[in-house]
């Protein structure tokens, strides 16, 4: 019998991309064409995801444009040779979401928001994280996208 892949709800979605160490967030450049890349996101709350930048670049200029974006994201990945099925495969967890990216203006929510990228990535030096923010709190954009409808997710376990 084979596996097939099973669909999975809002919560499950969510920890798939809380265990993403990168989450490729696609948007839409001004001529139109595609636009992707692997980002580190963190996320607050159900329907909010944070990422930061510097003040300039492609992906802003993308974002000014269209704010409309996708998130997807894989936690596992696992190719597999079945022998008694004489079959390649692979076990997966994935998610997708839809969101409206914006760009923080509030230094307050900007600060959380790093904070909690921080604690995500860098848990062991939160020590420092404060006076990091305060030195580069100026020149950095933090973007926050939130989610226009509920993820989903799909595993072949």
């Known amino acids: 019998m084979r596996k097939v892949q099973r669909q999975r709800d809002a919560a499950w979605a969510l ?7 990168y989450v490729t967030v696609s948007m839409t450049r001004p001529d139109s064409s595609p636009y992707g890349l692997p980002l580190s996101l963190v996320r607050s709350g159900d329907d909010r995801f944070y990422f930061h930048c510097a003040d300039g670049g492609e992906k802003l ?9 996708s998130l997807s994201a894989v936690s596992r990945c696992t190719p597999r040779f079945e022998e008694d099925k004489q079959n390649f495969t692979e076990y997966y967890h994935s998610a997708v979401a839809l969101g409206r990216a914006e760009i923080v203006e509030d230094d307050c929510e900007k ?6 990228l921080c604690e995500r990535f860098l848990p062991k030096f939160m020590e420092h994280c404060d006076d990091a923010i305060a030195r ?4 950095t954009t933090v973007v926050r996208i939130t989610l226009t409808e509920p993820p989903v997710g799909k595993c072949k376990p």
């Open 15 to 21: 920890e798939v991309f809380d265990k993403a160490p």
């Open 61 to 69: 200029d993308c974002l000014k444009v269209n704010p409309v974006v």
């Open 111 to 116: 600060i959380e928001a790093l904070r909690l």
């Open 136 to 139: 580069s709190l100026s020149r």
